[in-house]
């Protein structure tokens, strides 16, 4: 559904023909592709993906990431362990970043 509004989204605002939305099976790994300049991954942890994810990324690009944490919550197979985003991710410049209350974020641009 976020992505039909993305989609449409654009479109109203005329830029349809320069943006592509893509919904992608992340359990078989990241899809080959040329450069992207945002990649958003919203409540899904694998950090198998994390150095695709950083190698997709154009220069430039934004990187938006949030996942479960064990942060104010307690450990479990899907939740990111303290300061995990942020070591994952720490070749990039980190814009911002956060954990509490069982969730942790981080936006990254390359």
């Not at 023909?17 to 078989?28: A, H, I």
């Not at 300049?37 to 990431?65: K, N, Q, S």
């Not at 899907?78 to 070749?91: K, N, Q, S, W």
Request: net charge negative; with cysteine; glycine share 12%.
């Amino acid at each position: 559904m976020a992505v039909c509004f993305a989609r449409d989204l654009a479109a109203r605002n005329g830029v349809a023909d320069r943006c592509r939305f893509d919904v992608v099976d992340l359990d078989t790994g990241l899809p080959a592709g040329p450069p992207l300049d945002v990649i958003v991954c919203h409540r899904f942890r694998e950090p198998r993906l994390y150095a695709a994810m950083i190698e997709r990324l154009a220069p430039g690009g934004l990187l938006a990431v949030a996942v479960l944490s064990e942060v104010g919550c307690g450990p479990g197979q899907f939740r990111a362990a303290p300061g995990e985003l942020g070591v994952a991710f720490a070749g990039l410049t980190i814009v911002a970043q956060g954990e509490a209350d069982g969730e942790a974020w981080l936006l990254a641009t390359a």
